[in-house]
């Protein structure tokens, strides 16, 4: 069967670089009085729990056969009291704990998008959806428990293990020693196994990873896919990244067993040998309830080995996720406000394309030394072939992507030098696809700018013929369109963006394609709204239909990376050129 990119997992196993987890530092930096906190209520927790057992070995040892009936309750009652504070500042600790990771979540998150809105279309253009949401969702989760609980329970773990080793040793130091001598063992065992461990953690992180991302892509091509009827086809797609995201779980939870029997076991015998130089090599001298309380703490003196290394684990792949987050976060932004840069003032609207080489992949140029002049207030069209470069051209003028060579200015400001703000906040732009969010139709037209009244909206509306359908929607403005309008037929939404884009109230416009989804009548009257529109603004409009354009100032044919022809209508006309076959063989139809 076919491979997708959906079949392209991420890069995770990535040398552990602390660089990552020491840049992490920022983000935790912020709650160091919450950290530190939570360490000191994390020890006295830790100190409390570990009292029992030595209250258990004087109970045993001293109180029982002494027949101490007080100190016996007095024994009670401190034990309950060590773990009534144990669990007490146990939690506190994870009431700071949680803040302090969703604080850390928060602050990602944020960082992340608000990067994500800066980005180049270029960088959409070249990754799936799924995949970025993926790193935004998943990871940020991840790696945030790290961060918090993790740092905090690291430290924890190796103070808890110096603690149960004094408490052990001031029980009885050779006992002690026989526990420690476990430690080597579980060390060996541990070495072995973890490393597939994480390995199998990362694999299937990587395959859910695949699997959202292809979950994301069939969701916003479901339509597509029933029309298709590929739904069998796509089930099997489907199936084959669900079978490995479940076989890659198995096997991380299998080697994760793995751990925990052999601790398990290593522990037994631990124990056991410890019964035996207790009672049989040491013999009588040795009192019961040291034994009991040394066998308590054994149990316990594995816990912190085996969180440590779970730890270790943890920081691993928080890492490789970190490297994954900052790797967004440092994405370059291409498009960008170069160091110096100064607003474009309020412009006329001259347009100028100074000999503009552009390519999308850095091979193939989509436009090669491109000139073009337009002054402020003409209206032109751009007309030709598919695939031709019109959408391209108008692209370059909001800057969207950047020109490999020559110059672009707009009233004579080369548009590199000035803030992006000023530039597209000056453009009114319709791109070929409307896209509709979620919220009220009210909403979607205010789109364009944001201080609009309801009056201004409705105005914007009437200029493109769009307020008879929507005064007839059941809420009228207030009508409620869900994530890509699918309630508004397509001629619809297109006049939902048209209205956005005028209210924006631009010195220059961008329509692009945009009158193809309208029927021909509403068309004629939006084009009388428009001409009162357009006067004044420079307008670059994109149609396949000509009708549309007959009356722009000035129509450039697009093709062969350039302007093939260019004039008004009926000069073009008059040339029998490329324009005119194009033109006599719609009419034909
Ligand atoms: N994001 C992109 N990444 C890479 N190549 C692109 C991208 N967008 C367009 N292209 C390529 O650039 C060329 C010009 O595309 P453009 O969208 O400008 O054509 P167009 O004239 O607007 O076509 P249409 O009339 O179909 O809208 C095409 O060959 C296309 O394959
Ligand atoms: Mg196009």
């Known amino acids: ?82 773990i009534i504070v144990s669990v007490l500042f146990s939690r506190a600790r994870s009431k700071y704990m949680i803040e302090v ?34 790193r935004v969702i998943n990871y940020v989760n991840s790696v945030s428990d790290a961060l918090s609980n993790g740092i905090i329970n690291f430290v924890l773990e190796i103070f808890n293990l110096v603690l149960i080793a004094i408490f052990m040793f001031i029980c009885d130091v050779r006992l002690s020693l026989v526990v420690i001598a476990g430690v080597p063992l579980l060390v ?92 049989v090599m ?50 370059p932004v291409t498009v960008d406000d170069v160091p110096g840069a100064v607003d474009l003032p309020p412009i006329q609207g001259r347009v100028t394309f100074e000999d503009v080489t552009f390519s999308y992949d850095g091979k193939v140029n989509v436009l090669e030394h491109f000139n073009l002049d337009v002054q402020p207030g003409e209206s032109i069209a751009l007309v030709g072939p598919t695939g031709a470069g019109k959408t391209t051209v108008v692209n370059l003028i909001s800057r969207f992507y950047n020109i490999n060579e020559g110059r672009l200015l707009l009233d004579g400001h080369d548009i590199s030098q000035v803030t992006l703000h000023s530039l597209r906040s000056q453009m009114g732009i319709m791109l070929q696809d409307s896209f509709i969010f979620s919220g009220t139709i009210m909403d979607n037209i205010r789109y364009g700018r944001l201080d609009a009244t309801d009056e201004e ?43 956005r884009t005028l209210l924006s109230d631009p010195k220059i416009l961008v329509l692009d394609e945009a009158t193809s989804s309208i029927d021909a009548k509403t068309e004629r009257m939006v084009q009388q709204g428009l001409e009162a529109l357009l006067k004044g603004r420079t307008s670059f409009v994109i149609a396949h239909r000509l009708s549309t354009i ?40």
């Open 1 to 82: 069967m076919a491979r997708n990119r959906y079949d392209v997992d991420e890069n995770l196993e990535t040398p552990f670089n602390i660089k990552h987890l020491l840049r992490a530092g920022q983000y935790i930096g912020r709650h160091k009085k919450k950290m530190i906190l939570s360490l000191i209520f994390s020890a006295i927790s830790a100190a409390a729990g570990l009292l029992g057992p030595l209250m258990v070995q004087r109970g045993i040892n001293v109180s029982v056969p002494n027949k101490d009936v007080r100190e016996l309750v007095l024994l009670s009652v401190g034990m309950l009291a060590a």
């Open 101 to 134: 990771g969703q604080e850390i979540i928060y602050a990602i998150r944020k960082d992340l998008f608000e990067h994500l809105q800066k980005l180049p279309f270029q960088f959409y253009d070249d990754r799936p959806h799924g995949k970025i949401l993926t």
């Open 188 to 279: 060996v065992v541990v070495m072995l196994v973890k490393p597939a461990q994480r390995r199998a953690w990362q694999a299937n992180s990587n395959k859910n990873s695949n699997l959202n991302a292809y979950l994301h892509e069939s969701l916003d091509g479901m339509k597509i896919t029933q029309a298709f009827v590929r739904e069998e086809e796509n089930a099997k797609i489907y199936e084959r990244l669900n079978t490995a995201a479940v076989k890659t779980w198995m096997k991380a939870q299998y080697t994760s067993n793995l751990i925990w029997l052999s601790v398990d076991n290593i522990s037994t015998w631990v124990v056991g040998a410890m019964y035996i130089v207790g009672l």
């Open 282 to 331: 040491l013999g009588p001298a040795m009192q019961i309830g040291t034994i009991i309380a040394i066998s308590s703490y054994a149990w316990r003196f594995w816990q912190p080995i085996l969180s440590l290394s779970n730890l270790y684990n943890t920081f691993i792949n928080a890492v490789a996720y970190l490297e994954r987050i900052f790797e967004m976060i440092d994405e």
């Open 457 to 499: 909206v409705m105005a914007a509306a009437k200029t493109v013929c769009a307020h008879e359908f929507i005064s007839q929607m059941e809420d009228g403005y207030f009508t409620q369109v869900n994530e890509r309008g699918s309630r508004l037929s397509q001629g619809q939404r297109q006049l939902v963006a048209f209205a």
């Open 550 to 589: 007959k009356n722009s100032d000035r129509i450039l044919f697009i093709s062969d990376k350039g302007i093939a022809e260019a004039g008004k209508h009926d000069e073009l006309l008059a040339r029998k050129g490329k324009y005119y076959h194009l033109y006599t063989a719609q009419v034909e139809d």
